[in-house]
């Protein structure tokens, strides 16, 4: 945001129209930017856009994180992360959380100084939340910052976000929210350069299904582009940003800003290659509807320099950059930055910041959000005069993720439940499971930096090494010196992640080589034969004594490294397990570190926890049955042996400065566990899809497709109540296509326990002529009812909106005649009631292929393919993923067909490219495709039809070679 603008007193300057808050707003804008000169204009199209002095125009920076808090500014109310949040499904908690976070950025905005370049602008009220990205896939490095692995639930709850942040005046924005990351982002292994294979069935239904209703509804007023590409097109210069995003929004009378990720511009030329030079890149960027370059930090000179050169080359023009800078400054009049004095935002002072209310919200949404995965009759716990061991690297520990707020104060599970047992006397003890060792240099003799280290495992040889004379972790350095000085484990490159190699192995070659959850480096055992070495996971590099003989992490390779003896002063897990056995009851707290192994950058290998923590949970259960696992964690675990053995098994995100009061809460049945899974918690031995297969229909992801049945459903999540689902009823057999359903039924509590409970209503198609879901979230409610209370509850479902499937013959969604049914379920898997409705109408007909162009992506059913882009601005094409692929249309009516003709391109010369036509395994024609000078030198090449087959028949569409194939024509 910008400071004030000053008032007629401040500056020999009248007072211009813009200032006159009588104006409409778009009269405001016209006048502004007709008063900024080109070169002003062009200067506003970098994240830190300059001062204008001579108008009153103050600094103005994109951008404030603000996920679940206020993020990256000082310490802020740390709420659950996003997929804790979504784990709620409680559209108002998370509308009532985002306004605490916005009313606190106002705080930071107002009065805080920027941490980051404070010259220019004050701390911004843009914020950059939330993430409505789905979580498709389970290994997403980012699984926390999203909400759901479905549509509705993660549209609703990000609406709701939204309109949190943005509060209830209708002309001034709190803050001004902004969606991320559009489209299709769920991978980080090499995001900048990975493409996401949409086909249009899984585009339309699926990823912008997440993103339109915030848009459409005017609660979003931006959007951020995605890192990776699309149907072989980066996002930041895709045609999906107007044809989409822009003519939803428009509607709503309010123009999108739109904004790079971080670096991502420059990402166009490299790594992505996908234009020569940065000016045709920006240039490029700009003219798809980027209007601020997040870019080259607070080096606006770089950027603006490059979009200069474009607009010099003729590659942009002046009305392109004009409607950037309008976009932008709509919404700074929105924010409330030229009428402060009218702005009911501008007098929220520094005192909100971590409030007593924003407390006991945290407190509350942790609470919401953890999920009670399995109680056979252990919870809640009834008797605070018991002893109970608090065990697990967790147990007494919260951690940070890279977006979260600076904590102001960490309430741990042992807190928290040490906090309840007190009152009546109740004992605690805390042990963490994990080793404490002495590391000794071969060289010297002498302890590595002079103390012990109590050792974390984070599975895959993954250690942490915590200094037992201070507390900190040690860190490499950048001049390679190990330094015990940190006190959490949280920065962009993290420098607090080793490895104990087996000197033996590294001999061998086999340093970098560890199995999936392998625990290389660990102290599992006792002590450990032989000599190691202390390997940095940041740079690769060994620990190795100088010829000042101080230890750095300079060593290449092996040969050159220090040997340590290592000796176990420790054995954590003994100790554990002894305190289980003389505690009434084991509390096991175990989980990720959200800044190692799964993070932005860096997605997870696989869904099992820790083998150290699975043995250390096993090991407490053998001596202590009555015991209860809570997963604290960023993503699904594959807890198998937990849910077959255990009595009780918790889950809950990293849930902010109130954890261990909320789970206290919930344990003891002060709370009740409110919260359901966001996605599907997998089985251990389920083979799930190659992380790049988007394709959610042919690959079978989510609730919606996955056929194995899952360790946990999507939705699930038990209460101390217990709920009775009443007869699902509807207010009509029948509906027409264009027509609604009113469903209805009653949900009693019949339990002894007040409880929480979201009933879900799912929709699923009987007689579908097309590879349908299983069953699609249509709706959901969360109720609290007292025992022997009972609620009526009502769904209104528009067929439009809840029984369509995008039509790919017809390129619109539509609602297909037939009988649908309509199940009423306590999650994915667990149907309570059921009704079947009948959709009347006519019958859809063939596809029609005659006289008309049928894009090769309109397929109904694919092999081996790989989804590209037909221009560099717009249109899809496929080609095959290796040397073969194909391509099904379903019931194409060929009748009168005697030519096909497609549009083909093939860069450089291979031999016996070719598509080939089928139907009912007759080939109909081969066309042989020559090569025509690049991958967007577009050919048509045609052949006759052999004996055509007449009426309706599944055509079948064979690629062989290296060809793209754009469309093709029936004559």
Known sequence: MSSPSPSAAETPAERYPFHNSALPLDKR???????????????????????????????????????????????????????????????????????AVSTELRAFHHHRPAAIAPDRGPNSLQAWAPVLNLLRDPRWGRNEEGYSEDPVHTARLGEAFCRGLAGDDPTYLRAAPVLKHFLAYNNEDDRCTTSSGLRPRVLHEYDLAAFRPAIASGAATGVMAAYNLVNGRPCHVSPLLATELRRWAEPTGRELFVVSDAEAPSNLVDPERYFDDHAEGHAAALKAGIDSFTDHGEDSATVIGRLREALERGLVDQADIDLAVRRQFELRFRMGEFDPELDPYATIGAEVVDSAPHRALARRAAAASTVLLKNTGLLPLTDPAKKIAVIGPHGDALFEDWYSGTLPYAVTVADGLRARLAPAGGELTVHEGIDRVLLRAASTGEPLNGTAFDLGDWGLGVLTLRATDNGRFLSVKEDGSLVADRAVVKSWDVHETFRLVEASDAAEGGADSTAEGGTEGGTEGGTAGGAVLLQSVLTGRYAAAGTDGALRVTAEDAAGAERFSRELLRDGRAEAVAAAAAADLAVVVLGNHPLIHGRETEDRRGLALPPAQEELLKEVAAVRPDTALIVMSSYPYAVDWADEHLPAVLWTSHGGQETGHALADVLFGDADPAGRLPQTWYRGDDELPHPLDYDIVQAGWTYQYHRAAPRYPFGHGL??????????????????????????????????RPGTEVVQLYVRPLEARYQAPRRKLADFRKITLAPGRSRRLVFDLPAADHLAHWDVATGAFTVDPGRYQLLAAASAEDVRATVQVTVEGPAPAPRTVLGRRTAAADFDAHRDIALVDATREAGDAVTPAGTEAELLFSTVELTGAREVSAEVALEGAAAGAEVEFTADGQVLATLTVPPTGGRYAWTTVTATLSDPPQGVHDLRVILRGPLRLAAFTVA
Do not use: K
Request: glycine content about 12%; overall charge negative; cysteine-free.
């Open 29 to 99: 804008v016209d006048d502004l930017l007709s008063r900024l000169s080109p070169a002003e204009r062009l200067a506003m199209l970098h994240q830190y856009a300059p001062a204008v002095p001579r108008l009153g125009i103050g600094a103005f920076r994109t951008g404030a994180e603000a996920l679940h808090g206020v993020s990256w500014l000082g310490v802020a109310t740390a709420f659950p992360q996003a997929v804790g949040l979504g784990a709620s499904w409680d559209e108002e908690l998370v509308r009532e959380v985002a306004e």
């Open 719 to 752: 209460s101390y109540g217990a709920f009775q689902y009443g007869e699902l009823e509807v207010d009509a057999a029948t509906v027409g296509q264009d027509g609604g359903i009113r469903a209805a039924l009653t949900v009693s509590n019949t339990g002894s």
